[in-house]
């Protein structure tokens, strides 16, 4: 590997070292020897999750940042990955290693590369890997329930609903007790003529 072929010849920089299987020993080898320890992610989503630990718009490291992808056809959710950096860190270096390539490390061109990821395409009948949520407030979310009771609204507002039941008819015989009373008339003035009698 050429001095030109490094990503980075300064020492400081950060480097996140995307790769699907056992990293490249010489590709490891050179880059130390060159004041770059890279840190090494296994998936898209490890690699994105060190690239926000890296820094921010404003607050790079003093050598750069790199993203550097070995052997991009055997990676997974690289095109995902890309449009993330492209968006949230636009300082950050792509750069792609290719064993078997005629010049093995060089700066990313994602047109050569093929970023397609049609092996990720889930096909039209697969589940997604989560349900989706619908928004605060939606209808699609509220059970129906018959026959109850209107839902309370803020004064003022909607049409004036009767709160009260409608009445039946079926008043109970005089001695019988009232569905939800506790208790007869005749028990109550019996109680109400105890307490009577106590305060005299």
Not at 1 to 9: D, F, I, N, R, V
Not at 24 to 41: D, K, N
Not at 112 to 119: K, R, S, V, Y
């Amino acid at each position: 590997m050429s001095a030109e072929e490094a990503p980075s010849k300064g020492v400081g920089a950060v480097c996140v070292l995307l790769c699907s299987g056992e990293a490249p020993g010489e590709l490891i080898a050179s880059m130390r020897t060159r004041g770059v320890s890279p840190v090494v992610c296994r998936s898209a989503f490890a690699a994105m999750a060190e690239i926000c630990t890296v820094g921010t718009i404003g607050n790079v490291p003093k050598g750069g940042a790199i993203l550097l992808i070995a052997e991009p056809s055997t990676v997974r959710g690289k095109k995902a990955l890309l449009l993330s950096c492209k968006k949230y860190a636009p300082w950050l270096r792509l750069w792609v290693y290719q064993h078997d390539a005629s010049i093995q490390l060089r700066p990313l061109d994602v047109s050569q590369l093929g970023i397609e990821d049609d092996e990720e395409e889930q096909p039209s009948n697969a589940i997604p890997m989560h349900r989706p949520m619908p928004r605060m407030g939606s209808l699609h979310n509220r059970p129906i329930i018959k026959n109850a009771p209107p839902a309370l609204r803020l004064s003022g507002e909607g049409e004036v609903v009767n709160q009260n039941p409608p009445e039946t008819g079926d008043e109970p015989e005089e001695g019988q007790p009232m569905s939800g009373r506790l208790l007869t008339d005749e028990e109550l003035s019996m109680l109400l003529s105890d307490e009577l009698d106590h305060d005299d």
